[in-house]
C-alpha cells in the first residue's frame, strides 16, 4: 500500500516518465515488509505471546495502513495530500517497523471465554472502534490502531497480567 501511495502521480505532482515501470523512489516502502516477515519469524518462536503480543502484530500494522490508504483515496478530511506526500510515509514505515519488532507488550484480543470479564478489554475496544467509523469514516482504522498502541503502552502491567 505504502508503495503504490509513494509511486501514485496524484501525490508526487504529475506523472513520471519510468519506461521500466519500477518507481525507485518508492523502493523504501518494501521495508516495512522485510520488518514483518522478521516480526512473524519473532512471533513463530517466542513462546512469551500465547495471552498477548510483544509488539505491534503484523494484522494490525496492515490495518493502520490500510486505514491510511483509503484515507487519503477519499481524501477524508483533505488529509490526502499529506498521508500521500514521501516523508510522511517514510516516517511512518520506520515507526510501524520499529513497533512491530519492539519489545512492547500489547493486548491479546483473543476471547478467552464467553463472559465479560474475560472479554471486557475486547468489547471495550470493539466500541470505541465502532464509534470511530461513526465519526472518521476510513480514518478509523488507523486510529483505532493508535488507540490501541497508546492504551497498551500506558496499561503494560495490566497486559503483562492478561
Known sequence: MFYTLISNPVFQGG????????????????????????????FNIDTRQSRYF????????????LGLALSAYHNRFGLGEMIGNQWFIFALIALLSWLMNSE???FGMKIKSFDWRSNTFSLVFLA????LVIFLKELAFSAVIVFYVLISIFMKDKVLAS
Request: with cysteine.
Open 54 to 65: 510483544i509488539g505491534l502484530s503484523t494484522p494490525a500494522c496492515t490495518v493502520f495502513v
Open 128 to 131: 470505541v472502534f465502532v464509534g
Open 15 to 42: 506523472e513520471h516518465f519510468n519506461p521500466a515501470g519500477i518507481r525507485t523512489e518508492a523502493l523504501p516502502a518494501f521495508v516495512l515488509t522485510m520488518f514483518a516477515a522478521m516480526r512473524l519469524g519473532k
Open 104 to 106: 512492547i507488550p500489547m
